[in-house]
């Protein structure tokens, strides 16, 4: 069974207004912040969070496809990944 | 947080610039059950058969890819050697079964189905027979049904009698999908010591020693591999291999997770997985590049097979490490149409099929996606077939030849197929002539290798 967490990154040119947008939307689909950072690599904006989903039927379509939108608005690019996904790549 | 940023954006990266993609996810299903006199009866059997288990196929994998942000570009079935389950038929032509399969491919929403396909090193059954007379009209006839004839084995030798039918099949189809370059050829594989297991096409079979349902699943990534060995600064052979191992441990990690949870969601079991580095047509995507980042000035030079072995090792040794489940080819696919790079190399002339017919003794498959000109004999084409099987069954490894003898085509031309399958440029053949060796006919005897037990 693959994990309740979910790894959103969200990369591009920074500006004003981009952590408030992102987790606006996140906390209109309930989801929670459980870890959070930010940086600047490359000249690019950053923001990676560890984020948890609580809710057993939740639409992860529809949560993606709100949070590239907002990317979209903001000029940035969200994913939205199962945390599983960097675990089994980068642990043993 | 568990897993460093760093690594997060390394994952990332993998996959938005250097074309990391589970390559495919290929459903095996067992068709032993569907035998049937009556041809109609049979190809109804066949069809249920495939849907009952497919159905939702498509639907999770996409889901799967979702939630993992990983592209999985191919979705496909294979099944049991339709020779071997159409045996019974009363039928002489087995074309009407691969339009069924084309049809449950279709209704199930996948890209490829495989296993029109016969086993017949050591001779040919009515049944196998039958099936290779209908291939030409068969992939004439379909769009997304594979064959393929394994003809050697270690174990058993070479049958060249079947050898020598299949260039004339071969020569049969190209003509008969003429219109689209011979396109058909593309669909058609001729294997030594084939695996059952195998999720990539053309040559995916589900094998008789395998479950009902089985998820295997292909991984690539020869854009991240090349990407990693060209990061290196002023590397040794060692300081190469250790790296390509430990981007063939990443990737494999990866595939094994994607199949793992396709197999449950599926009610399937999880069968093997495949690393094998399929190169796309895209820009570094390419097998030919990760041998030129070495130091290769140009593929197909002095020191691209050594170079090839170093890659084909590696990459075995990291798939090895990440899961206890690598199975099918698992290694380096050096097809000439899909590699950009292979492409340019017999472009400028540094690659020739002699030396690509050196490669395969290296690596995991064989002669793959090679045009040669369209007036090319069948008794060459067998020929060709002929000394890859050997290569075959003396190494005891798979070898494989796709080769498509364009129509009208000569050397220098060039054929377009398109999607990832790319485009061939037309390569010379040796025009000395092969028939009376072809034309002998029966088998090879299986070499000393075979004497294991």
């Known amino acids: 069974m693959s ?12 500006k004003v207004g981009i952590v408030a947008g992102i987790t606006q939307t996140m906390a209109q ?21 560890l984020a948890q989903i609580n809710e057993d039927n939740f639409d992860l379509a529809a949560f993606q496809q709100a949070m590239s939108a907002k990317g979209e608005a903001l000029g940035v690019e969200v994913k939205v990944q199962n945390e599983d996904a960097f675990r089994f790549m980068h642990r043993i | ?67 993992y942000g990983i592209p999985i570009i191919n979705k ?60 030409p009209g068969a992939l004439a006839s379909t769009n997304k049904v594979c064959s393929s004839v394994n003809v050697a084995t270690t174990k058993a030798g070479i049958n060249m009698d079947a050898v020598a039918l299949m260039g004339k099949v071969i020569k049969e189809t190209a003509e008969m999908t003429k219109d689209n370059s011979g396109i058909g050829c593309a669909k058609l594989v001729v294997f030594a010591n084939a695996p059952e297991d195998n999720p990539f096409m053309a040559g995916a079979f589900h094998g008789v020693g395998e479950p009902d349902c089985v998820i295997n699943v292909g991984v690539s990534g020869p854009g991240v591999v090349n990407s990693a060995v060209r ?11 250790e790296c390509i191992k430990k981007t063939a441990f990443k990737i494999t990690r990866m595939g094994e997770m994607v199949g793992r949870e396709a197999a449950r969601r599926l009610h399937a079991q999880f069968g093997v997985l495949d690393l094998s580095l399929a190169p796309t047509p895209a820009i570094g995507d390419s097998v030919a590049a990760i041998l030129e980042a070495m130091g290769l000035e140009s593929c197909g030079t002095h020191g691209t097979t050594a170079a090839l072995a170093l890659l084909n090792d590696a990459v075995k040794k990291g798939g090895a490490m990440a899961s206890s489940s690598v199975g099918g080819l698992s290694g380096a696919f050096i097809p000439v149409s899909e590699d950009e790079g292979m492409i340019r190399a017999v472009q400028r002339g540094s690659l020739s099929l002699d030396k690509l017919e050196a490669m395969t003794s290296v690596c995991s498959v064989g002669l793959d996606m090679i045009a040669v000109p369209g007036n090319t004999p069948s008794s060459t084409i067998s020929a060709i077939i002929a000394d890859e099987m050997a290569i075959g069954m003396i190494n005891k490894k798979t070898t494989a030849v796709r080769v498509i003898p364009a129509p009208g085509t000569k050397v220098g ?39 294991t037990n």
Request: hydrophobic share 40%; glycine share 8%.
């Open chain 2, 76 to 135: 496909r079935i294979s099944v049991t050697p339709i020779a071997i389950v159409a045996e019974s038929c009363d039928a002489t032509d087995l074309t009407s079964v691969a339009q069924t399969l084309d049809k449950a491919a279709e209704d199930a929403g996948v890209d490829f189905i495989g296993g029109f396909s016969a086993l017949v090193q050591k001779g040919m059954t009515p049944g196998d027979l039958k099936l290779i007379r209908s291939i």
């Open chain 2, 1 to 67: 947080m568990l897993v460093h940023p760093e690594e997060i954006l390394e994952t990332i990266k993998m996959v938005s610039n250097e074309n990391l993609d589970i390559r495919t996810v290929t459903m095996g299903i067992s068709l032993r059950g569907c035998s049937h006199p009556d041809i109609d009866t049979f190809n109804e059997n066949v069809y249920n058969r495939i849907m009952y288990y497919a159905k939702d196929l498509v639907k999770t994998t996409n889901d799967i890819q979702n939630l």
């Open chain 1, 3 to 14: 994990s309740s967490r979910f790894i959103i990154t969200v990369i591009g040119i920074d």
């Open chain 1, 29 to 49: 689909y309930n989801v929670n912040i459980v870890d959070i950072s930010q940086t600047i690599m490359d000249d690019l904006f950053t923001m990676i969070m």
């Open chain 2, 413 to 451: 031309d060039s054929i377009e197929f398109g999607g990832l399958l790319g485009s061939a440029p037309v390569m010379p053949v040796h025009d000395f002539s092969s028939e009376q060796f072809i034309s002998r006919g029966g088998r090879i005897p299986a070499p000393i290798q075979s004497l």
């Open chain 2, 231 to 241: 990061g290196l600064k002023d590397p040794t052979l060692g300081d190469i291999s």
